[in-house]
């Protein structure tokens, strides 16, 4: 792994207790996958996370040639094909919150458990939850909700939450939602949402074939959706059968997921 | 310091960057001031750390008699009087959010600023944000927000945020907020806010000589208030004299602030 300005070995590496991220959850970060050792999405997920630490005034302190430099370095040294690379940037040490002088950069490589083949056969459960992320367009570490939740979610035998506010759809937690209507179009929340790269990925592929709309989705759209699936980076596509209890279309993964499913591990060399 | 089971020099104290207050932002904090090298208040911050880990399904890897026996030999090692004590729990590493088998402790000792005696004597300007703290009961390091507002205060020619939701005035970020109406009554948030201790300590001493009522309070009755004020660990008391760059009363700390702010410096100690 990388932090600050060295390649360390994974115990080896360790930061402050003072750093902003420690004390008062002031960091970003971005995930990407490899398909073999080569990064996939790489200028989006590398956009992103440009994005996100203006957003949120902290300065990057490599060039965009210097950070792929170091991603290629770690996929050579660490010879951990089809994993994970996670970009970090935390606030750092001695700042006084207006001006981030020494933001702490870490960059790891990380195995991560793959969809289990029955979520990806019979979908998932989802189980609404009232809240919005703070910064939604920002990607931060801040987790603390959807952690929080956990037991409600064993509670509720569901398998992920879908966060809503004022009756209005964004995102799970690590995932963008979208439904597919009778009609087969395609409808994914437009606002206070992360905007995911397999999402965005998503929609440029499946416009070919559908019509997409990116826009507000309220519960009830869901109730009369004919399909549903969330979108991520680690999951690529899950499809959605259930929401609260209640299954979503015939409470099966749909024909249209199915095949932006097999459509977009074609495209991506995942499987 | 103190960190997971051991006393280190604040330059040796560094935790793993797969711990989870790094990576998803997920920990729990108190902060405590010594008068000389007295605790104030230890009992108070200490039922809250215990309350906040509980509500974060953290378990303390300490009883409290080891926890003030920890604080006790660091106030005693460091000499530092009229400092301030942090005590910080963290999701630690090696769990998967259900549950944390490795939290990680760390108490450090910290020499902060005393509010500027300009502050002190001619009050404070506050804006107001619409934002509602997540978990507002639990003291958590989310200052995600605050932080991100810094320069929105500076524009604003500002000293702090007032955070408020539907038109609900919640709390300043590290701070709770009263008003002193016309008839000499004190009002403050009741609900969706940390309840600090130093409110709590005020609430009792001024009950003895004015109502005091905690429930919410309309964006509307900070205009129509005599007086302001907000409370805090650090800052005891400070006069709040305008918001949103409208005065407050006569847009100079008040007689009941300044009468308060004079009984609670006898009754701490703190000057």
Redesign the interface.
Known sequence: ?Y?KDRFLK??E???????????????IFDFFRLVGNQPLHLQDHLDRFYSSAEQ??LPIPKSRGELKQIIKELIWENELPDSGIRV?L??GENND??EFISPTL?I?QIQFPFPSSSLLENGMRLMSYQ?QR??PQVK?????????L??IL?DGNADDILYFSGGIITESPRSNFFIVTAEGKLITPGANVLKGITRKNLIQMASTEHAVEERDVRMEEVAAAREAFITSTTKQIIPVVQLDGKMIGDGKPGSVTKKLMKQLGERTGLH
Chains 1, 2 share one sequence.
Not at 13 to 23: E, K
């Open positions: 792994m932090l994974d115990n590496a360790s930061l402050s207790y003072l750093d902003l991220s420690v004390q008062r959850g002031y960091a949120m005034r970090q935390t606030g919150g207006q870490i790891s809240y703070q910064l931060t570490t801040d987790y603390l909700m959807s952690i929080w956990q037991p064993k």
